[in-house]
């Protein structure tokens, strides 16, 4: 089978449970929301073992888990709460371990947390907010063109490096075509479905920016742990976390937005 083949059957079995869970909101979405995260701590942790950073998968697991879980029962109130408690543990844990590295591991432990457990939580806030279909629904539109724009605009006009160092297939050009695609898809969403959180093109640059930060981000670690993809349970597509890395970035801002402007 083809890896476009694969890729292809992958999106057409995924797509509709993603949008599904995504509808019917509450526990569906919170089980997809966390079974996501669950794969995405697992992918950092094979990364990091990459990197001579063997952090614990138990508390990685386990710290997700409940983090995500009081998130959904309790929204933000005990998200801070949960993030001190976390780093709390983290730190006992790395300090009273064999490891020569406490710090370092530590701060591994605590950055896979928060990028695989506490960025994702931002799926089930926004969720739940009055308007968080429509919103999750304009922002990933919004992040599909940045990332489609990015790559097209980019594999045919892109002269200028954006990020050599760490993705030298970026370009500048693709990088501003790919804000300029979200733009026109959040002011389409937005002229449709009437969400007035902002002028639709204002998220859209907003998610645009996101996107490309989230994506080098992801890009970042993939480079020092020297992989090509973060993982393998999407035939085609790579890990969880090549499919979600700008939504981590994008769902968050939005949520914020709505939460200050609405």
């Given amino acids: 089978m083809s890896s476009l083949t694969k890729r292809v059957l992958t999106a057409v079995l995924a797509i509709p449970v993603a949008l599904g869970c995504l509808y019917w909101g509450g526990a569906p979405f ?18 990091m073992v990459e990197m001579n950073m ?3 998968g138990p508390f990685l697991c386990m710290g997700s888990a409940v983090l995500l879980t009081a998130v ?12 001190l408690v976390l780093f709390l543990l983290g730190a006992i844990l790395e300090l009273f371990s064999a490891s020569a590295r406490p710090f370092s591991r530590g701060g591994m432990l605590m950055l896979a947390i928060l990028y695989g457990a506490f960025l ?21 539109l919004g992040t599909w063109a940045a990332d489609t724009g990015a790559y097209f605009i980019g594999t045919k006009w892109g002269r200028h490096k954006l990020a050599p160092a760490i993705s030298p297939n970026k370009s500048v050009e693709g990088a501003v075509g790919g804000i300029l695609l979200a733009a026109l898809a959040a002011q389409y969403v937005n002229n449709r479905l009437q969400i007035g959180l902002l ?3 204002v998220l859209g640059i907003v998610i645009g920016i996101a996107a490309g930060v989230g994506d080098l981000f992801e890009s970042a670690l993939k480079r020092e742990a020297g992989v090509k993809d973060a993982g393998w349970i999407l035939p085609g597509h790579g890990g969880v976390l090549d499919r979600i890395d700008s939504l981590l970035f994008t769902v968050p801002v939005v949520y ?4 200050w402007i609405g």
């Fill in 30 to 47: 919170f089980i997809l929301v966390l079974a996501a995260s669950l794969v995405a701590v697992f992918e950092l942790r094979v990364m």
């Fill in 199 to 201: 002028p639709g093109w």
């Fill in 54 to 56: 063997a952090v614990s």
């Fill in 72 to 83: 959904y029962l309790k929204g933000d109130v005990f998200l801070a709460p949960m993030l």
């Fill in 256 to 259: 914020y937005l709505s939460k």
């Fill in 120 to 140: 994702p939580s931002h799926f089930l806030l926004l969720r739940a907010e009055p308007q968080g279909l429509a919103l999750l629904l304009l922002v990933m």
